[in-house]
DNA sequence: CCAGGTCAGGTGTAT
DNA sequence: ACACCTGACCTGGGA
């Protein structure tokens, strides 16, 4: 028991005393005790306190995340929204939400409208933070966890005021935006391939086994691979408006900070800091005229990534080559003098004037969807030009930039761009005290790391276990019939399963299959159907992907980060324990390890979170069968206090990488879906991994029906202070 | 198997 | 009209 508590404190990112936590904690759980009565009672009327745990509230915090972006996206003045604070509360407190994905979602305008009268949490937020006293200590925190010691937060936001703060979530939705366009014309793509293969084979009839090995077919159908997603995926956003900064500005842009890490060139234009996905020179030219008084055509941005043969990078100095004469082609070559016009011009004219360029550096890296991660380097200054005889005999211009002074230091990090510290062996791993903790079950072992504690102790309290157990009054329901496909699934036409999704599969096989977009929930290959374990629909059943490590916190206890770069989208792990009843659960007192299924709240939109898809992906009969009493509060939960995988080593955060999607394969019973967490971000090594708990501030309530409140110290640039 | 080669791809800018 | 050079696939040489 004492071992489970101190376990506990982690999971809620405390700081103060253990005591005093865990008293908070009792309470806590008495007043869900008290609540699960009423329920117990006979529940549907949905009487006693509202609802205080974890997972019915988990994303309703996300809603507000994703709303106040909206909110100072669509505005700027977020601080008279203060006032509004009180209607929202009471609002939660009637338990009538909706809630916004883990951040798949794209912040579009009819989004707008529905949620338009709740507003509020974004100010709510704030006042409920009290950030005066508060946000000096969050900011350290912060820059603390940015040390890589705790696995950093977020490249790009290290210190800063309010309005950075929610620069930087901007710049976090829009790269996500962007990553959702992406996964869904990965996804066009390769059904537009599948498609085509399909054809060839109806073509060729007879000969199946021809049409398998690629080169066979591809002579009569170039547009056999994808093309560009990435390229489509900005022209999607510049059709939609959806650049964030789509006008070209000088100096630093709002949200970005030195040692941000982009992970294509693509989500560059995404942002607005650099306007072409080819050029290696952003400049202004002449239609700039009218804004500006400058001699044009000036440069605003430049790519370094050893394209060319002349460069030379000595981190603080730069010596760029100018565009032109290139040949084009992967061996770097000069073909051509080079002549000062467009980039060239621009650059110069920079070095005229005196203006800043900001430079972002190019490095191959395994840590990147595309191998390649292009950092935010900061502001350089040309301090002189000239023209010479480069290495192949012609012509090139040559700029030397000195980096402004005053800017954050380079780190060695940055400006050769490794995988952090990842540890290739075993033995290179500093802290150890747990070679595996899954004690062999999952097919990659997932080391623990103890740098803080004297002397270094590994968790205990617990049986490691991947797949859930079943408690004995909980029956699984009988499983379901599948689809027909053979081998893998590959026509959503056709596929039974891909029906049951709104006729689409939910993942792209790209990258081992990753989930297009949070949705309400997901229809994945069970045992009865056709295909193999290969099939891209059971993308979540195919155990761990990635080299996670449980690592000690000074302040937030256990924690979980990859050493594998994670791409948005991916399957990261289930979320284990023992299956059931939540009114059983509530009998054990301090067990905070509790995850609610709340997967039908949700889609009935009784529960806190908000409607993923849009109506009619769920098919109405799967919801037929649930009385009234199984939609007011969730059924069953997940309780990993005793018996769990990875996934109860992951920390709260008011701004996760992490988003939790529910998912059905053997049955069809909404109360018992699986729970899978998925990135939402393209994930770094070493970053923590954190999803959002999702209680709703001022939703939990104590034995007296008043409010508790706990203090979050996540350490988010935008965190709410409060966990509830 | 990996390194190097190949080529399509979309936008801004100048002609 | 064209420069811009990335990203992902393809190919061929080495292990």
């Given at each position: 028991m004492v071992a489970q508590s101190l376990d506990l404190v982690h999971q809620h990112s405390m700081v103060s005393t253990r005591s005093a936590e865990k008293n908070l904690e009792s309470k806590v759980a008495v007043a869900n005790g008290g609540d699960r009565a009423a329920a117990g009672r006979k529940s549907g009327e949905l009487k006693g306190s509202p609802m205080p745990r974890r997972s019915s509230a988990r994303i309703r915090a996300l809603q507000k995340a994703e709303e106040e972006e909206l909110l100072a996206r669509k505005k700027a003045e977020e601080v008279e929204e203060k006032k509004k604070c009180q209607d929202e509360v009471t609002v939660v407190k009637g338990k009538k939400r909706r809630r916004k994905s883990g951040g798949e979602e794209s912040v579009v305008a009819e989004e707008e409208a529905v949620t338009s009268p709740k507003k509020k949490p974004a100010a709510c937020r704030k006042e409920n933070g009290n950030?005066?006293?508060?946000n000096g200590v969050s900011l350290a925190a912060c820059s603390n966890g940015k040390v890589e010691e705790n696995g950093k937060e977020e490249s790009g936001n290290v210190g800063g005021g309010l309005g950075e703060k929610s620069d930087v979530l901007k710049v976090k939705e829009t790269i996500r935006l962007f990553n959702k366009h992406y996964l869904q014309l990965v996804q066009e793509e390769e059904k537009r391939c599948g498609k085509a293969e399909a054809e060839r084979k109806a073509a060729k009839n007879g000969s199946k086994k021809a049409s398998k090995s690629k080169k066979g077919v591809l002579p009569e159908d170039s547009k056999n691979t994808a093309k560009r997603p990435d390229l489509k995926a900005i022209s999607k956003m510049m059709q939609n408006n959806?650049?964030?900064?789509?006008v070209k500005r000088i100096g630093d842009i709002p949200g970005i900070e030195v040692g941000y890490q982009f992970y294509s060139r693509a989500e560059m234009v995404a942002v607005g800091f650099h306007s072409h996905w080819l050029n290696g020179i952003d400049f202004m030219g002449q239609s700039y005229a009218k804004e500006y008084?400058?001699?044009?055509?000036?440069?605003v941005a430049i790519v370094l990534s050893g394209m060319y043969e002349d460069d030379l990078d000595n981190a603080e100095e730069v010596v760029y080559t100018g565009q032109g004469g290139h040949n084009l082609t992967g061996d770097k070559r000069q073909i051509r003098d080079q002549k000062l016009e467009r980039g060239n011009l621009a650059l110069k004219n920079c070095s005229d004037q005196g203006l800043p360029v900001r430079v972002v550096r190019g490095h191959e890296s395994s840590s990147s969807y595309t191998g390649k991660v292009y950092t935010y380097d900061g502001l350089y200054k040309v301090v002189h030009h000239w023209a010479e005889k480069g290495l192949s005999g012609f012509t090139v211009y040559k700029f030397r930039l000195k980096r402004l002074e005053g800017q954050p230091i380079l780190t060695t990090n940055q400006v050769?761009?490794?995988?952090?510290?990842?540890?290739?062996?075993?033995?290179?791993?500093?802290?150890?005290?747990?070679?595996d903790i899954t004690g062999g079950e999952e097919d990659i072992p997932i080391p623990v790391t103890n740098l803080v504690d004297d002397p270094p102790i590994p968790p205990t309290g617990f049986k490691y276990c991947k797949s859930n157990k079943v408690a004995k009054n909980v029956k699984l329901p009988l499983t379901v019939t599948g689809c027909k496909c053979k081998g893998i699934c590959n026509d959503p036409t056709t596929c039974a399963c891909a029906l049951r999704n709104g006729s689409d599969f939910p993942y792209v096989s790209r990258d081992g299959g990753r989930l297009v977009e949070a949705k309400d929930i997901v229809f994945e290959c069970g045992?009865?159907?056709?295909?193999?374990?290969?099939?891209?629909?059971r993308t979540s059943q195919k155990g761990l992907r990635y080299r996670l490590e449980v690592f000690k916190t000074a302040k937030k206890g256990w924690a979980v980060r990859s050493w594998d770069f994670i791409p948005s989208g991916a399957p990261v792990c289930e979320y284990t324990g023992i299956l059931g009843r939540t009114e059983d659960m509530d009998s054990v007192l301090e067990n905070n390890y509790i995850f609610e299924i709340d997967c039908l709240q949700t889609i009935k939109g009784l529960g806190g979170r908000e409607r993923r898809?849009?109506?009619?992906?769920?098919?109405a009969n799967l919801l037929d069968k649930y009385d009234q009493s199984s939609e007011s509060m969730p059924e069953f939960c997940i309780d990993a206090g005793s018996t769990g995988n990875i996934a109860r080593f992951i920390n709260h955060c008011c701004e996760p990488n992490l988003f939790v999607q529910c998912v059905l394969s053997t049955h069809h019973d909404l109360r018992l879906a699986r729970v899978m967490l998925f990135a939402a971000d393209n994930i770094p090594p070493l970053q923590e991994l954190t999803y959002d708990y999702g209680y709703a501030l001022d939703s939990v309530l104590d034995s007296n029906g008043k409010i508790k409140q706990m203090p979050c110290y996540c350490g988010a640039s935008d965190c709410r202070k409060r966990l509830f």
């Open positions: 950030e005066e006293p508060e959806e650049i964030l900064y789509p008084d400058y001699e044009l055509p000036i440069a050769y761009f490794t995988n952090g510290r990842v540890p290739q062996s075993l033995t290179e791993i500093r802290g150890l005290v747990c070679e045992p009865e159907c056709g295909c193999g374990p290969g099939c891209v629909n898809s849009q109506d009619g992906e769920v098919p």
